[in-house]
């Protein structure tokens, strides 16, 4: 509804003082009414347990300092309503304007319940409007009463439940210190005082009024929720008529019993994961290889075009070696978001949640871990701060240590290379690519070993705390083809406009590093090579060509190379190898631009025809074996399975646990623990 109503013209940000996201857009309701809609987070009652709650909870009691919402629009769930309905009675009792938004009518109307909107606006005293944001329907009607209830003289609805008659003595008294606030407003005050903004002298009136009265928080909330139901189902009574539940097995019921069965379940899991991975190298395969070759081509024309000079090498080696770095990478990167979208679209991704629950608790984390991991293969970033709608601290922080361990999309470029290089493109049984496999078995190898790190990690993290798991499966639907398209678009965007100018920068600072060096060395090698090719003029395309790879060598790049060459030897690296290493802890996905940009200093001119993996198949080193041979090549997707190497995901690790203390842990375990199985590798396929 929230994109129905803003067009996805909306921004993201944070909510002042805590990490919890928040999305503002803007709303044309009327002629002459601009809003301002701010999404805040789910929550089925005023009563909060996580962080993200109290957030929805302090901006509707007026306790957030720059948000103060004229109106609530209320979503409420048709074929749950009587749930939904306890959160809308609550809100109501606050005596803000409130209009309910009423969704989901059509599976209301597939399991047999039948609504009467005008008597349910009678019995609550709010509007209410049934919509259905997915085809557009309704949202015009919506935006009219909210017009009209803004225009208005709003007047508040007679309480839901007489809120006096749970606490009267101390909510009048509360009230004779803040006299503007409802009933229900001050008995809030009673219950949560502590956690509002108020000055001490208040804190200290409020905190004698609960002493002086013997006020019991958990003894007044457990009789609130009991007359609000006792309401609620009067009010269901009168305006819902809803089918025997017998009578009638939804077909969601029906595909639950086989989607989620303790042994179907998992391979089905299995399948749809080794489909996506296919899918990926299937269908990506014709772009990509159309936009190597006209890269190709188009950094042979230049090469013959250009003058030879450092502004005609920065051009072809520096930009264009760059930009194909990053281009040729946006069909995959497409492809997986799209085909992750329409999974989490028919209402399979919730599924794996509770799926995994089991799974997830013998490792010391809970089926809300799942999601943050999931959302992992994405990007860390927002996977980490997603983990904060896990109450447990314990299972928090192990999902936040072990979530970078996912395969995000940053990794899938150098995935996508690497596997080109080292694994043969053959298709058996004419589908079974061996690519798609060893793509699909490097994000189990991801999952298998954060699930691994948590069981090990939960022996080490000294906190207790009892842990429950609540999920809601939504109903399944059809995709969205059009919301697929967009997060196709959003995504490309993203990659080519944040990563992607990571990208150039380095590819631009590399070409600067890799060019130049010491003058007195550079100078000394161009010297020599000089006076061979006037001693052996016939052997001058061979000589330049060493010629090239010596100044590389000796440029600063190189001098860098080589320094910590001796420290990834073992692991069957290069000194080219190392400096991307160093390179793509700024990004992943740097490594490729990287290569890109190395391969093409070191080539002839003549030579830019060639692909980057055309160059970095043909790299051999001094005795002439070939640098990306097997065992380098699955040494290398190995390390960027396990390696941290990401410096945003290490700065928003710091800001969700408020310390250094754990990016320092994660980085020095991931490191660790990349080098040692990058080192296992090479020695099994040496």
Not at 298 to 310: E, I, V, Y
Request: hydrophobic fraction near 45%; glycine fraction near 6%.
């Amino acid at each position: 509804m929230f994109n129905a109503l803003t067009g996805l013209n909306q921004q993201v940000g944070n909510f002042p003082g805590v990490t919890v996201d928040k999305k503002t857009g803007q709303c044309q309701i009327g002629e002459n009414l601009t809003a301002t809609l701010i999404d805040l987070p789910g929550t089925y009652s005023l009563y909060p347990k996580r962080s993200d709650e109290w957030v929805a909870y302090k901006v509707l009691l007026q306790q957030d300092e720059d948000i103060k919402p004229d109106m609530v629009l209320l979503v409420a769930d048709a074929s749950n309503l009587k749930r939904n309905l306890l959160f809308c009675s609550q809100i109501i009792d606050l005596k803000i304007p409130v209009v309910m938004a009423l969704s989901m009518t059509d599976l209301a109307k597939n399991k047999g319940t039948e609504i009467d909107i005008n008597g349910l606006e009678r019995e609550l005293g709010v509007p209410v409007v049934s919509i259905n944001p997915r085809k557009n329907k309704g949202i015009p009607q919506l935006k009219k009463i909210v017009e009209q209830t803004f225009n208005a003289n709003f007047t508040a609805p007679r309480e839901f439940i007489h809120n006096a008659s749970l606490s009267e003595k101390p909510i009048e008294e509360v009230k004779v210190l803040l006299p503007e606030i409802s009933d229900y407003t001050a008995l809030h005050y009673l219950i949560n005082h502590k956690h509002f903004k108020l000055s001490p002298s208040l804190q200290n009136d409020i905190e004698v009024i609960e002493v002086a009265n013997n006020f019991n928080p958990t003894k007044t909330q457990a009789e609130e929720i009991m007359q609000r139901y006792g309401r609620i189902k009067h009010i269901m009574s009168q305006t819902v008529v809803e089918a025997d539940p017998l009578q009638k097995t939804l077909f969601t019921e029906k595909l639950d019993n086989i989607l989620l069965d303790r042994n179907w379940g998992y391979l089905i899991l299995l399948a749809v994961l080794f489909l996506l991975f296919q899918s990926v190298f299937w269908i990506a395969q014709y772009p990509m290889d159309a936009i190597e070759w006209s890269f190709g081509k188009l950094s042979g024309s230049l090469g013959n075009l250009l003058p030879p000079t450092w502004w005609s090498d920065l051009l072809i080696n520096g930009v264009v070696a760059g930009l194909s770095g990053i281009v040729i990478f946006i069909p995959q990167i497409m492809i997986l978001f799209g085909l992750i979208t329409l999974l989490e679209d028919t209402g399979y991704m919730a599924r794996i949640s509770f799926l995994t629950d089991k799974l997830m608790r013998s490792v010391g984390l809970n089926g809300k871990s799942v999601m943050p991991m999931i959302s992992g293969l994405a990007c860390a970033v927002p996977a980490i701060m997603s983990a904060r709608n896990i109450e447990n601290r314990k299972e928090r922080l192990l999902t936040i240590l072990v979530t970078p361990l996912m395969s995000c999309s940053a990794r899938l470029p150098v995935y996508t290379i690497l596997i080109a290089l080292v694994i043969p493109s053959k298709l058996y049984f004419g589908f079974l690519s061996i690519q798609g496999l060893v793509m699909m078995a490097l994000y189990l190898l991801g999952t298998v070993m954060a699930l691994l790190v948590s069981f090990v990690m939960r022996w080490f993290i000294d906190i207790k705390e009892r842990s429950f798991f609540i999920l809601e499966l939504p109903v399944y639907r059809s995709p969205r083809w059009a919301n697929a398209l967009t997060t196709m678009v959003e995504k490309a965007k993203i990659f080519v406009f944040q990563a992607g100018k990571i990208i150039m920068v380095i590819s631009l600072l590399l070409w600067v590093l890799s060019s130049y060096g010491p003058s007195a060395k550079m100078a000394a090698v161009s010297s020599h090579y000089e006076q061979l090719i006037q001693t052996y003029p016939n052997q001058q395309k061979e000589l330049n060509k060493q010629r090239k790879m010596e100044l590389l060598e000796n440029s600063f790049a190189g001098m860098l190379g080589k320094a910590i060459e001796p420290a990834i030897r073992p692991l069957g690296y290069d000194w080219k190898i190392g400096i991307a290493l160093i390179t793509s802890f700024a990004a992943r996905e740097v490594f490729v631009g990287t290569m890109a940009t190395l391969y093409s200093v070191g080539d002839d001119a003549d030579e830019n025809n060639n692909t980057l993996r055309q160059k970095m198949s043909a790299a051999v080193r001094a005795d002439g074996s070939k640098v990306y041979n097997l065992a380098t090549g699955l040494s290398l997707l190995v390390f960027y399975v396990l390696a941290m190497q990401c410096m945003s995901t290490l700065a928003v690790v710091k800001r969700e646990t408020r310390s250094w203390k754990w990016p320092a842990i994660q980085l020095v375990y991931m490191t660790t623990l990349a080098y040692l199985m990058s080192w296992v590798t090479y020695l099994i396929f040496r």
